[in-house]
């Protein structure tokens, strides 16, 4: 069976960006993929983290994990940092990649633009990120389309460590949505959909209440024309509610554009605020019911343990080809 690998920062609240991006492609592959699901914890405190809060974060996000439908009979759900190898191949991969194509990051320009002192290890995160993917050996990680270029530079480094010392680790092709690899802010179009932006008008959290859903739609941003239409160059906005709406309801962009021929923003809003509604109220039925069950904490220590069996082997490999003296294993 191929492989999959993907995490989600528990830095905040999920969006539907996260939702439809990622944790959606996740459920799905898990059917047909040996699935490895992480909360990168690690990468979460390249950014101040409040220690209560990370804590209570990276709960919510396995838990949404499983109240999407991730099946921990089919798929290891873990916390990176219950996996020591991550932060041991993070640093091997940290010592084989250049200054410059870290530089070239733009998830790091972005977070490190206009201030004064930039965290070393925001501008290390993409070497930990591809150890990440390549101690599973993974084939596929799906994620939204701001992490493509993260993927192409694991897709480099695994070249590199293959060329330098022996062909080992497998090169991991990335894995979008068809529809909304990138979903936008609703108050402005030309920003990503983020849990970290301050306005939270600009964002559907999973977690929202339905009548802040409703509302939030009713005031999402659209053109001052009245054709709901798929065109990403002109009406950026009413495309972006579109891709919402087909990831939400199943329906195509075609299929949409015909049902709300000729009636304007209104009905096409209304509906799609039901339609995200109803994608999400059982998904936070069913996180109430999990927080409350407490089953998060047995949840991720079989994942951890599912992790460590393939991770750990991975790394003592790499550490041997890189020429490490290893320890004798057993006793
Ligand atoms: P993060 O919240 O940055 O840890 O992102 C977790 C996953 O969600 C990654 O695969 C991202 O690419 C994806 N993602 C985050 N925001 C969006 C968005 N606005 N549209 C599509 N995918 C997203
Ligand atoms: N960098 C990813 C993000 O911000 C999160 C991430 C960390 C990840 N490690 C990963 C995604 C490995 C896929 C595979 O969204």
């Known amino acids: ?25 996740f ?10 699901f992480m909360v990168v914890d690690l990468h979460a405190i ?21 109240a999407a439908g991730i099946d921990p009979a089919k798929a290891s759900i873990f ?15 940290t010592t084989l990649a250049y200054m410059g194509e870290l530089e070239r990051m733009t998830q790091f ?3 490190a633009e206009g201030k004064d002192s930039v965290g070393a290890g925001l501008f290390v995160y ?33 070249h590199r460590f293959n060329q330098r010392y022996g062909e080992m680790f497998r090169v991991p092709e990335v894995y979008l949505p068809e529809v909304g690899a990138r979903i936008m802010s609703l108050d402005d179009a030309s920003k990503k959909m983020s849990k970290s932006s301050p306005t939270p008008g600009s964002y559907i959290a999973l977690l929202d209440e ?31 509610l579109m891709s919402i709406y087909s990831q939400c309801s199943g329906l195509s962009l075609q299929e949409i554009e015909a049902k709300y021929e000729g009636q ?21 039925a069913r996180y109430r019911e999990i927080r409350a069950s407490g089953e998060v904490a047995d949840v991720l220590r079989k994942g951890a343990s599912e992790a460590e069996e393939v991770a750990s082997g991975i790394v003592r490999q790499a550490k041997e080809k890189m020429g490490f003296l290893l320890p004798k294993l057993g006793r």
């Open 109 to 111: 320009k972005d977070k």
């Open 79 to 93: 916390l990176q940092s219950h996996v020591p190898a991550h932060a041991e191949l993070g640093w091997l991969m």
């Open 27 to 36: 459920v799905e592959l898990q059917e047909t993929h040996q699935c490895f």
């Open 264 to 284: 304007g923003y209104g009905p096409f809003k209304k509906d799609l605020a039901e339609q995200v509604v109803a994608t999400l109220e059982p998904l936070q």
């Open 210 to 240: 339905p009548d802040v859903i409703r509302k939030k739609i009713s005031r999402a941003v659209t053109d001052s024309g009245r054709e709901v239409k798929y065109d990403e160059a002109n009406k950026r906005e009413v495309s972006n």
């Open 1 to 25: 069976m191929k492989r999959v690998l993907s995490g989600i920062q528990p830095s905040g609240t999920l969006t539907l960006g996260n939702y439809i991006g990622a944790i959606k492609n």
């Open 126 to 158: 993409p070497t930990l990120m591809a150890a990440d993917i390549l101690l599973y050996n993974a084939d596929l990680v799906p994620v939204g389309d701001d992490q493509k270029q993260h993927l192409e530079l694991t897709r480099d480094l695994a």
């Open 46 to 66: 390249t950014v101040p983290q409040e220690p209560a809060a990370l804590r209570e974060n990276s709960e919510a996000v396995a838990a949404l994990y499983l």
